[in-house]
């Protein structure tokens, strides 16, 4: 049954159709609804324009009750939506929106009569706990506001902050908070559902969840279990043993299948100086030299001090004089991570409202600015700690081993078929935000691109985090065939990605490229990297 009413029409009480109301609608009742409607949107401006403060100012103005109008608690869930999707890496997973031009917005589109072949999965870990520096700056900024005294603090039925006199900073280190194994269960089995029954062709072989029949190549030979890969950090190797877990259907109930049965696990050792794709700033010197080889740090911190001014200034007057005096734009930016992070693993946070929507899109900018000035066009090393991958991707789609050094790649690992086999359908890399972003950058995609201003937020930009790189991203290189013909094409968190930009492939709607001319594509990217000169030499003067 259709509740909605449409314009002109009422649905009957049977709920089988609509009917057309004849029914004149008097002036005055033409008045009172423009009025109403007036009041409605004037008040929604006003949230939306103030954000989180203007819903907790709103909030007091009209809830003398427990009873809130429907409209205003659309409006908080939009705010509430806007603000998460302003958090650039620390955002929850979505794929609803476009980012890229050029190609279809369909997220499952598959173009007739094409069979999916192969996929390469690049996946980010899912949420966590902030990493071991931030953490030590949070708990940091917990002493310092346990220190004051609260006494001569203003309290404000609008603004009350007095609850940070009993605020404690309790967040871990690291690790993946439960909610974030949860959203890589779901990656895993949201996969099986989109791409695995299809690629194991499954249903034509009366099966719905995962077996080891179903691993067969061409010919139909049986084939090992598939080798996933991941890093020695707790985090990424928790996040690939989950997605595992979906996508076999391993603790379903349904299979008694043992992970040994499925798959095998290669961790790749996170620590400095050893060859690792999935974690290469550990693997190129110069991924940790300070400026100018890196400028992301320098572009975060003159952004914050221009979106957060005002929200600095207004913080003040309801903190303690003790506080407020040395209360800075970084004290900011850091309770907006903690909305973040106590949101990961809380749920929520009471820091969130504390800024407006424009103030969270402010922070989503810094990240995106930071991000692109260290691992990415902005950064002498982004495209270098990305090509490491690249060649890997270029060997499995060319079906062999790697016994040669290259890039950030571990030959131990890569000139085995035990650790790197190349007969498989489906390859899966669990890894870190920066790495699907240095990738992105090595295959030199144009929309990525464009410089970001330091002092003026970009609209316009396709460089945000919060599309590109959000909690459990996930970047998926299809192979597909139609007529003896192979083709790629390039999803990222579910949306089509154009190739056009890359050296040999042309403009498609489907976002696809011919297979030579992808690989062609790859080796040219490849070849416009030098890594040994810019992982390891003296930034050239012209830089």
């Not at 089988?16 to 109301?21: A, H, I, M, P, W």
């Not at 620390?90 to 072949?117: A, I, M, R």
């Not at 077996?211 to 030979?221: F, I």
Request: glycine share 6%.
């Amino acid at each position: 049954m259709d509740n909605y009413v449409r314009k002109g029409y009422t649905a009957l009480e049977n709920g089988s159709d609509y009917e057309v109301q004849s029914e004149a609608v008097p002036k005055r009742r033409i008045w009172q609804k423009f009025t109403v409607c007036g009041l409605l949107l004037a008040s929604l401006g006003f949230v939306l324009s103030f954000g989180s403060f203007g819903l907790g100012m709103y909030a007091a103005a009209m809830n003398k009750g427990d009873i809130m109008p429907q409209w205003f608690l659309k409006g908080k869930a939009y705010v509430e939506l806007a603000r998460q999707r302003s958090w650039a890496t620390l955002c929850p997973y979505f794929e609803d929106g476009t980012v890229w031009k050029g190609v279809s917005n369909d997220p499952y589109f598959l173009p007739d009569d094409y069979v999916l072949e192969q996929v390469h999965i690049l996946h980010r870990h899912a949420e966590r706990y902030p990493t071991a520096g931030v953490s030590k700056k949070l708990a940091a900024l917990s002493d310092k506001i346990g220190a004051i005294s609260w006494d001569d603090a203003s309290a404000s039925l609008l603004v009350n902050l007095t609850w940070l006199k009993d605020w404690k900073y309790t967040l871990g280190s690291d690790y993946l908070v439960a909610r974030g194994v949860g959203q890589e269960v779901r990656a895993g089995s949201d996969f099986w559902a989109s791409h695995g029954i299809r690629l194991f062709k499954a249903v034509e072989k009366g099966e719905f969840f995962y077996t080891p029949e179903l691993n067969v190549d061409d010919t139909g030979k049986r084939l090992p279990p598939l080798v996933l890969r991941a890093t020695t950090q707790s985090r990424i190797e928790t996040s690939a043993k989950a997605w595992a877990a979906g996508f076999f259907g391993i603790y379903s109930g349904q299979t008694d299948l043992d992970e040994s049965d499925v798959y095998k696990l290669v961790l790749l050792e996170e620590a400095p100086g050893i060859n690792n794709t999935l974690a290469s700033y550990y693997s190129c010197a110069n991924s940790n030299a300070p400026a100018p080889y890196h400028t992301g740090s320098q572009r975060r911190q003159q952004w914050i001090s221009v979106y957060l001014k005002k929200a600095v200034t207004r913080l003040q007057k309801f903190l303690p004089p003790d506080l407020a005096s040395n209360f800075t734009v970084e004290d900011a930016y850091s309770f907006q991570q903690l909305c973040a992070y106590e949101t990961a693993a809380y749920g929520s946070s009471k820091f969130c409202d504390l800024f407006t929507v424009h103030e969270w899109r402010g922070y989503e900018y810094a990240a995106d600015l930071e991000f692109y000035g260290s691992v990415s066009f902005g950064s002498y090393t982004g495209a270098a700690q990305g090509v490491g991958w690249l060649i890997e991707l270029e060997a499995r789609l060319e079906g062999r081993q790697i016994t040669e050094a290259a890039a950030s790649i571990n030959t131990t690992i890569t000139s085995s078929p035990d650790t790197f086999p190349t007969k498989q359908r489906l390859y899966m890399d669990m890894s870190h935000d920066s790495i699907i972003i240095s990738v992105l950058t090595a295959l030199g995609l144009d929309p990525l691109k464009p410089d970001l201003s330091s002092t003026m937020l970009d609209r316009k930009r396709t460089f945000s985090l919060s599309m590109l790189t959000p909690f459990a991203a996930r970047l998926f290189i299809e192979v597909l065939s139609k007529d003896g013909v192979k083709y790629v094409r390039m999803l990222l968190n579910n949306r089509l990605v154009p190739l056009d930009s890359l050296q040999y492939c042309s403009k498609d709607y489907n976002g696809l490229c011919d297979l030579d001319s992808f690989l062609k594509s790859l080796k040219y990217a490849i070849a416009q990297v030098d890594y040994d000169s810019v992982c390891f030499g003296e930034l050239p003067e012209t830089y």
